[in-house]
């Protein structure tokens, strides 16, 4: 049988994964608190993907984005305020004539639909201007929960709620801050878990961070700045 030399430790048994896992709280305060940390440092004074100059404009090209990369409707949207620059005159053009301008985002015969419905709600019901409380722009056509919160808080400094979008779902869930799997769910649990002036900042922080290295396959760990605070089963690289 093996002896311990004199003087010497017997190293603990390293707990199984499993067990690692499941001992660990992912929602300490002291652990939430260091991922906030390190998004805003890696991604510091981080803003809004999309081209926008008001309220108006970022409605609308938070609509197009559904389904579609803000790239894409960076490229569209140009041309679609170009030709109709307020909510008056996107209300008075044509589905066919928004259509044309918007067919490369898909969807685009739902996408103008709800483009110029939201334009005909603004200007009869708010005086041309998006509103600024979630009950009131919720009344727009095409407007849910998700654009409401990119336009209240990118635009008006807002924060009601957190932006989930599908990187905000996917890496909330891979950094265990949720268990649950729809965007409702999912932003409920975040609003009990962050403080409320880092819910704007914080789905762009995440939104970036997914695009740039937490991918939905093969993430690059290697070269994540929150990888030691990460216990996902699905990591590439890991130091622990």
Known sequence: MATLKAGTKKKAAKKPEKEERESRDPLDPKRISSILKILEKTYPNVVCALTHRNAWELTVATILS?????????????????????????????????????RTTGFFRNKAKSIKGA???????????????????????GVARKTANVVLGSWYGIAVGVVVDTHVMRLSRR???TRETTPPKIEQDLMKILPQDRWISFSHELIHHGRQICFARKPRCIDCSLEKLCFSSDKTWTSH
């Open 66 to 102: 559904a389904q579609c990369t803000d790239v894409r409707v960076n490229l569209v949207t140009p041309a679609l305020f170009r030709a109709f620059p307020t909510p008056k005159a996107m209300a008075a053009a044509s589905l066919s004539e928004i259509e044309d301008l918007i």
């Open 119 to 141: 334009a005909q709600v603004v200007v009869e019901e708010f005086g041309g201007k998006v509103p600024q409380t979630m009950e009131e722009i919720l009344q727009l056509p």
């Open 175 to 177: 950094l265990e801050l």
